[in-house]
C-alpha cells in the first residue's frame, strides 16, 4: 500500500488507546478513535467511583497521542465490503484498516426483576447510576450485591467499608478465578468488614424485587439496593455487521487477530475471540492485545508477517476495600496458582497497579512501540497446547453466528 494508511479504532478502553497510540508510530498512518465518551473510563476504578473515593475517568489528553483524532459517536454498522463505518450522529467514517475494541459491558440479565430493579455497573454511567440510589439510602440499609467475581468482591468489600449492611449473594463459589488459598484470604478480610457471604448452587439469585432478592433455596434477602455484577457481555456491532463471531458475539480472528472474514479488520480486548479461544476479558490481556492488533496492522504495512498472540505472565488483582487487596497470580494456562499477595501489601499492589494502566498508555502516546508487554518472551508454546486441546474439543469450523 502506498500514500496514507487510514486507520479506524472502535472503542476508547484500555486496547482500543493502546493500538490507536501504536499506531501513529508511522508518520503515514492517519488514526481515528470512535468513542461514545469524551473521556477515558478507567475501568478498574468504577467500583470506588460508586464508593465515593476516585471518579474513574482519565481525561483523554492525558492518555491518547496528539496525532489521534478523537471522534466522539457510536459506531453502529460495519461496512466491510466498503471499508466504512456507519456512526449514530456523523455520517461515516472511511478506511484502510479497523480495528475492533468494542469492549465488553454487562450482560443482559434474564432473572426476573432484575432489568428493573438491580444496578449494573461495568459502564460509567451505570456506576454513576448507582451512586445516587446509594446516597439517597440510609447508612443501615440492607444492600445485596449479585456476582462474585472481582468486581462483586470489590463493590461489596468497598461498600462494607464505609459501614453498610452488604450481602454478597455468589450464586456458585466466592472469587472462582482464585486459588483456594487465595479464596480464604479473601473470606477473612470480607468477614473483617462485615460482609454476609452466601456461597453454593443455592446462593443464585432468581430473583429481584423493589426491595427484596430471592434465592434459589428459598430465601428471601431484604434488599434497599441491588448492585448486578453477574457476567458480561459484548456489544452486537460485529454480529449486526454480518462478520463472525462466537456464541457471545466476540468477532472470531486468527492468531494475529486478524478477522476470519477480512484481512483488514481486526481485534483487541474483551470483544477479540483468537481461533475461537478468547483470553480472559481483563486489562491484564487487553492491553497487550491492543498493542499485538496494531503491530498486526504495522506489519502487513510494512510487508511483514505478523506475529501470533501469546501471553508469558497471567494473574488476577482483587481490591477489598481501601486498605487491603489481594494479588492472586496464575500459570500460563491463566489457572490460579497457590501464590498470592494480600492484606495491606496486596492493597499497595493494586493500587501500583491502577496507577500504572494510565501511564503505560500515556507512555505509548508520547513514544509509540515503546510497550512491551506483549513481547515477553514465553506462552507461545502453552498458547500451542491450548489450542490444539480446544479443536480436539470443538473440531467443526466457526461459522457465522448472528
Not at 92 to 117: I, N, Q, R
Amino acid at each position: 500500500m502506498t500514500g496514507n494508511t487510514r486507520v479506524v479504532v472502535i472503542g476508547g478502553g484500555y486496547a482500543g488507546v493502546m493500538a490507536a497510540n501504536r499506531l501513529t508510530g508511522r508518520d503515514d498512518v492517519t488514526v481515528t478513535l470512535v468513542n461514545p465518551r469524551s473521556d477515558f473510563v478507567h475501568r478498574v476504578r468504577l467500583h470506588q467511583l460508586v464508593g465515593g473515593s476516585d471518579d474513574a475517568v482519565v481525561a483523554y489528553r492525558d492518555v491518547l497521542a496528539e496525532r489521534v483524532r478523537l471522534v466522539v459517536d457510536t459506531a453502529t454498522r460495519i461496512d466491510a465490503a466498503g471499508r466504512s463505518v456507519t456512526l449514530a450522529a456523523d455520517g461515516t467514517l472511511d478506511y484502510d484498516y479497523l480495528v475492533y475494541a468494542a469492549g465488553s459491558g454487562s450482560a443482559g440479565p434474564s432473572v426476573p426483576g432484575a432489568a428493573e430493579f438491580a444496578y449494573p455497573i461495568s459502564t460509567l454511567e451505570e456506576a454513576r447510576r448507582l451512586r445516587p440510589a446509594l446516597e439517597a439510602a440510609a447508612a443501615t440499609a440492607p444492600v445485596t450485591v449479585v456476582g462474585a467475581g472481582p468486581t462483586g468482591i470489590e463493590t461489596a468489600a468497598e461498600l462494607a467499608e464505609q459501614g453498610r449492611r452488604v450481602t454478597l449473594a455468589c450464586g456458585g463459589v466466592l472469587g472462582p478465578y482464585l486459588h483456594t488459598r487465595g479464596r480464604r484470604s479473601v473470606a477473612k478480610r470480607l468477614a473483617a468488614l462485615g460482609v454476609t457471604v452466601l456461597d453454593g448452587s443455592g446462593s443464585q439469585v432468581t430473583a429481584v424485587t423493589r426491595d427484596t432478592v430471592r434465592l434459589a433455596d428459598g430465601r428471601e434477602l431484604p434488599s434497599e439496593v441491588t448492585v448486578w455484577t453477574a457476567g458480561f457481555g459484548v456489544p452486537d456491532l460485529a454480529a449486526r455487521s454480518g462478520l463472525s463471531t462466537d456464541s457471545l458475539g466476540r468477532l472470531l480472528t486468527d492468531e494475529t487477530l486478524t478477522s476470519v472474514d477480512d484481512a483488514r479488520i481486526v481485534a483487541a480486548g474483551d470483544s477479540a475471540a483468537p481461533s475461537g479461544l478468547p483470553l480472559r476479558m481483563s486489562c491484564l490481556n487487553a492491553m497487550p492485545l491492543g498493542a499485538r492488533a496494531a503491530d498486526t496492522v504495522l506489519g502487513r504495512l510494512a510487508g511483514e508477517q505478523p506475529d501470533g498472540i501469546h501471553q508469558s505472565f497471567y494473574a488476577q488483582c482483587v481490591s477489598l476495600g481501601r486498605g487491603a487487596g489481594i494479588y492472586q497470580f496464575a500459570n500460563r494456562s491463566d489457572v490460579a496458582v497457590w501464590l498470592h499477595i494480600d492484606d495491606s501489601l496486596g492493597a499497595k499492589v493494586k493500587e501500583l497497579i491502577c496507577k500504572s494502566i494510565p501511564k503505560h498508555l500515556s507512555d505509548e502516546a508520547r513514544k509509540p512501540g515503546s510497550f512491551r508487554l506483549h513481547r515477553i518472551p514465553g506462552g507461545a508454546a502453552k498458547r500451542r497446547q491450548l489450542l490444539r486441546a480446544h479443536r480436539a474439543e470443538a473440531p467443526a469450523p466457526a461459522g457465522k453466528v448472528v
